[in-house]
């Protein structure tokens, strides 16, 4: 059982700092971690692996620094890293990310299955893991927090859904996006951890030649959506205190609420809101 | 594109040897030869004295969409029950349509759902695109990304939301990549720029710390997900549609997939982060007990229930459930601190909420500042009295 799986180095955003007096993020002395869904990834590509055997390699893109995260990966069980780094990938929408993804991906050779987290925090977008397996051509099953069977032709998952959850049998080669219920990551081994810093680690770094991709089909050039502007949320606060017996301020409260944006996320109200 | 080398004016300096990222131009008979490694990055063109490196690139330039028309939803199914969330994107829809002159169109997929096209001209739709198939009957990513595929290649829209639920998350990448069109995820806000007249879609990013604005100005349609709850519906009772019924060939092998089974079950307690709604309490709460009350009242918004480092150093609440700076960051849509003074180290994983309600004894609690609506008192009278209220208004 081959396994790829995909991993991303993101800022740590429950760590964000905003500037008090712009609102802007403050990005000096972020720490960059592993992407959390990616490590319940590979967790479950170990897992895999330690039950039925095969390899397990991690592919990811990012600046010369992420090789840090593929010598973690390595570090908890990974067989081998693949690093895309290029001048040329920066600035990649998904569709530019997930093309440059798929062609290492066939550059990397046999696979069972590829697995990658459900979203990056950075981003959030959930879109990588299933492009890359249209690019590919094979299925998926995304939201996925159990593995229930393991054929050598099909992968039985379980993948969470609003209310509830699905039984989904998989025809392999497929990809397989994960939350983080699934697993527990395992933590890097330090002796493994020291080899993969050593200079004949198992891992490689590509640059664009090296998967067979032109610079203008990768990064900001290959990209078809662009950011036009970005700005800290800002919300008008209204800053009224209800004022009156308790019954009068939780009347007002509860009308404002459903006068207000918000009544659509609150459950209470959706009952009134007829199909 | 091609990047080549006129022969006699190359002087075989090396310049460009040294200055290709990639390798890949070798010097043979003193002379630059470009090789099959050549990603036409164009870093070359530049160092060349001799002007002997040419490429034929021209500047990216803006298509012309003219011919793409209309402002489509995709309308999500699940046994025979329409996601609330494509009611919503119907009725921005139609803001949209009107703003550019272009019709509303909905694509309506699945097995025996006819009865679901109503329901969907009522909300704003001018043509419902329905597919019905017996493959279609469960949501199958493959099956159903065929369906939008064909539909879309064939009628050429100029936007197409899908709901940003777990459905239309797994659905939209793989129709982007397909038809070859960008695609926003989770936008919070659309509009269409007055000069260009594109689609503007903004969209929460690093955890919510920064907003984006992102353009799709070279591929339709113009193509994102929008978060359930976000946009309003809006009926239009006498609308009058059409409903084009689209038949399509569907071959089982080429699926893939299997659903065995599909369950439903009662949600155990969701991440705080990805609650709308978040009941939270700090010291005031008072104990353990007092967090019962903040969880039927949760409970019945349909959200989570959160607290302040004070109450889980208590042992009110699991450490996960802690906003704030050591805690997470949150930003639902609706955020109830009830009995929390409002520290900074608090303020900074919650201020970001979209509507804030503070309950606190005491009128001069930082809270207070940072809240939309407040109420000064005891929460455990407040609280259960916004139950009640609550409760009866439902009814």
Known sequence: MDSIVLIKQVPDTTEVKLDPKTGNLIREGLKSIMNPDDAHALEAALVLKDRFGGKVTV????????????????????????????????GADTWATSFTLSMAIKKVGHFDLIFSGRQAIDGDTAQIGPQVADWLGIPQATYVFDIEAVHPKHITVKRR????????????PALITVIGEMN???????????????????????????????????????????????????????????????????????????????????????????? | MVVWVEKDLCD?????????????????DGKAHILDRCTLCGACLEVCRAKALRSDAKPKTIPDFSDH??????????????????????????????????????ILAGNRISNLAQTLIRYGTDKVYLVQHKALTQ???TAYADVVEELVKAYKPNILLLGASHLGRDLAPRISRRVGCGLTADCTELAID??????????????GNVMATIANRYSRPQMATVRPGVMAALSTPDKKGVIVRHAMRITETRIGVKVLETIRERKKGTDITEAKVIVAGGRGVGDAKGFKALRDLADLMGGEVAGTRVAVEEGW????????????????????????????????????????????????APIFQVADWGIVGDLHEIVPEMIRQLKSANR
């Open chain 2, 139 to 141: 949501y199958r990513t």
């Open chain 2, 69 to 106: 028309q209309g402002v489509w939803v995709f309308a999500e199914q699940r046994n025979g029950r329409l996601n609330r969330v494509s009611l919503e994107l119907l009725g921005k829809a139609q803001e949209l349509g009107q703003e550019m002159g272009q019709e509303v169109c909905a």
């Open chain 2, 194 to 207: 007055s000069k260009e007249k594109i689609l503007l879609q903004t969209r929460p990013a690093f955890g």
């Open chain 1, 184 to 275: 527990n990551p395992r933590f890097p081994r330090v002796e493994r951890l020291l080899g993969a810093c050593r200079e004949k680690a198992p891992i490689q770094v590509w640059n664009a030649a090296d998967i067979g991709v032109k610079a203008q089909q990768v990064g900001l050039e290959g990209s078809l959506t662009h950011v036009i502007r970005t700005f800290a949320p800002k919300f008008k606060r209204e800053g009224k205190i209800l004022e009156g017996s308790k019954e009068t301020v939780v009347r007002e409260l509860i009308q404002k609420l459903k006068d207000s944006e918000g009544a659509t996320a609150c459950k209470a109200f959706a009952s009134t809101c007829e199909l």
């Open chain 1, 161 to 172: 859904l609003e209310d509830g959850y699905e039984r989904l049998q998989c025809r392999i």
């Open chain 2, 12 to 28: 075989g300096c090396r310049r460009c040897l040294k200055a290709c990222p990639y390798g890949a131009i070798e010097i043979k």
């Open chain 2, 317 to 364: 609440i699991p450490q996960e459930n802690q906003v704030g700076q050591t805690g997470k960051s949150v930003r639902p849509e609706i955020y109830v601190a009830c009995g929390v003074s409002g520290a900074i180290q608090h303020r900074a994983g919650m201020m970001n909420s979209r509507y804030i309600i503070a309950i606190n004894k005491d009128p001069r």
């Open chain 1, 59 to 90: 592919v990811s893109m990012g600046p010369m620094q992420a090789i840090d995260v593929i010598s973690e990966a390595i570090g908890m069980g990974a067989d081998a890293g693949v690093l895309l780094t290029d001048r040329a990938f920066s």
